[in-house]
């Protein structure tokens, strides 16, 4: 499966941005989906993820109540929907199926 990421952009603090990861060539039905993101000089980090049959989620601490990830089967998408956005979230933020199946990549800049 190849994940392909989107709805990246440019947002002000406090601002919206949907990500999508969509499955091209395949379907995600049979992996789990987890965001994560790299911001500059600095390590990739896990950001959301959802498991595959039950919906069960998990974020990063600072992210909670922030950010949420959510799937649908029928468009083989996972969503990433981010709100109040801070200067500290701007990455560049990849989808990964299945635990080793990597996009290439979304921007997110959150200017102050």
């Known amino acids: 499966v190849q994940p392909v990421e989107s709805g990246g952009g440019l947002v002000r603090a406090g601002g919206s941005l949907r990500l999508s990861c969509a499955a091209a060539?395949?379907?995600?039905?049979?992996?789990?989906v987890g965001w994560f993101r790299q911001a500059p000089g600095k390590g990739r980090e896990g950001v959301a993820c959802?498991?595959?049959?039950?919906?069960?989620?998990a974020y990063k601490d600072s992210v909670k109540g922030r950010f949420t990830i959510s799937r649908d089967n029928a468009k083989n998408t996972v969503y990433l929907q981010m709100n109040s956005l801070k200067p500290e979230d701007t990455a560049v933020y990849y989808c990964?199926?299945?635990?080793?199946?990597w996009g290439q990549g979304t921007q997110v800049t959150v200017s102050s």
């Open positions: 990964k199926a299945g635990g080793r199946y």
């Open positions: 959802i498991s595959i049959d039950d919906f069960t989620t």
């Open positions: 060539g395949s379907t995600f039905d049979d992996y789990a």
